[in-house]
């Protein structure tokens, strides 16, 4: 059974900068694209941020792109997502998702249907 594990939210203030993780444990294939999403409450689940396994495809949500990276570690199963200059909009619950064996994102990446595995996610919160 393939879980992932997200992890490096909190609080912080506009302005600062956190880093998230997600590790899928018992996942075993060697391709696949992984995704950060978030909600907040009363509002629809909104893709972030995509990238493959090879770390070549990798799209951004226009109201987070120069702000945020998303980058992985193949080998550890591992994908990060580092914001930086948070703003109060960004908070939000962020959940990874995992679209198994592809090995190419697809350009509606932000459909949260094409994804098979998802985390519990992991709170963000930005004061102002």
């Known amino acids: 059974q393939v879980q992932l594990l997200e992890s490096g939210g909190g609080s912080v203030q506009a302005g600062g900068s956190l880093r998230l993780s997600c590790v899928a444990a018992q996942y075993t294939y060697s391709s696949g694209c992984w995704g950060w999403f978030r909600q907040a409450p009363g509002k629809e689940r909104e893709g972030v941020a995509v990238i493959n396994s090879d770390g070549e495809t990798i799209y951004y949500g226009d109201s987070v792109k120069g702000r945020f990276t998303i980058s992985n570690d193949n080998a550890k199963k591992t994908v990060y997502l580092q914001m930086n200059s948070l703003k109060p909009e960004d908070t939000a619950m962020y959940y990874c998702?995992?679209?198994?064996?592809?090995?190419?994102?697809?350009?509606?990446?932000?459909?949260?249907?094409?994804?098979?595995?998802w985390g519990q996610g992991t709170q963000v919160t930005v004061s102002s």
């Open positions: 998702g995992l679209e198994r064996a592809r090995n190419s994102c697809r350009e509606k990446w932000y459909m949260a249907k094409w994804y098979d595995y």
